[in-house]
């Protein structure tokens, strides 16, 4: 089991480009969390799904970032257009609702610069 | 609204000596709780979870509701034990069910 896929690994853009991230979560889970992870901030939920509904997007910093998720097993995070304060670690996670409830299983992350 | 603190952003010691990182927070219900843990270069991980009351690599954590409080706590610390540690907290009611909130992190640094 390859866990949590997420690609790409590392991403370096120039501000004002659309940037898409993306997330496979292990089989069988059904939540999906996305994370960013900063110095300043620490590790900040971004948006969760549901059996692939959005539940919380609360943590969502603007209307530049959105976040789709078409089917169980894939979700991109989206931004547009990108800023240079976006540059940060962003991270997927997904759990079994019903098994082990609070135990996420994190991807390796996206780490995102933008000049 | 449920918050999670981590006080401390960096926490040094030498091999050997006790550490204690802490994590307070604030919760309207039944608290469940847990450690992360982030080596370097691998991805972020769950150490342990109050309700299980075990130890892993040495750590424990108590729950202590009259402190709202749950310190993750190792008597001698070893050089792996370096990493970011996560406190975090469960919402297990409401439209949130599911969702964690952590706390800023902790770098623990063990030196030889």
């Known amino acids: 089991d390859a866990g949590v896929i997420q690609s790409p690994r590392h991403e370096v853009t120039e501000m004002g480009q659309e940037v898409t991230l993306r997330c496979k979560p292990i089989s069988g889970h059904n939540s999906l969390f996305w994370y960013r992870q900063t110095m300043m901030r620490g590790l900040e939920l971004l948006i969760y799904?549901?059996?692939?509904?959005?539940?919380?997007d609360s943590g969502m910093p603007e209307d530049r970032f959105s976040a789709k998720m078409p089917n169980a097993s894939f979700s991109t995070l989206k931004i547009q257009p990108s800023e240079p304060r976006d540059s940060a670690v962003y991270f997927c996670?997904?759990?079994?609702?019903?098994?082990?409830?609070?135990?996420?299983?994190f991807g390796p992350g996206t780490r995102l610069t933008v000049l | 609204a449920q918050r999670v603190t981590q006080p401390e952003k960096l926490l040094s010691v030498f091999k050997g000596a006790p550490v204690e990182l802490k994590c307070n927070y604030s919760?309207?219900?039944?608290?469940?709780l847990f450690w992360y843990v982030q080596y370097s270069r691998q991805r972020l991980q769950l150490l342990l979870r109050h309700i299980s009351r075990e130890s892993i690599k040495g750590f424990t954590a108590d729950l202590n509701k009259g402190e709202t409080s749950f310190h993750l706590k190792k008597p001698f610390a070893q050089e792996e034990d370096s990493a970011m540690y996560y406190c975090a907290l469960l919402n297990a009611g409401g439209t949130s069910y599911g969702k964690l909130t952590f706390g800023q992190g902790t770098i623990l640094t063990v030196h030889p």
């Open positions: 919760y309207s219900g039944s608290p469940e």
């Open positions: 799904f549901n059996n692939n509904v959005p539940i919380d």
């Open positions: 996670a997904s759990s079994a609702k019903r098994e082990r409830l609070g135990e996420q299983f």
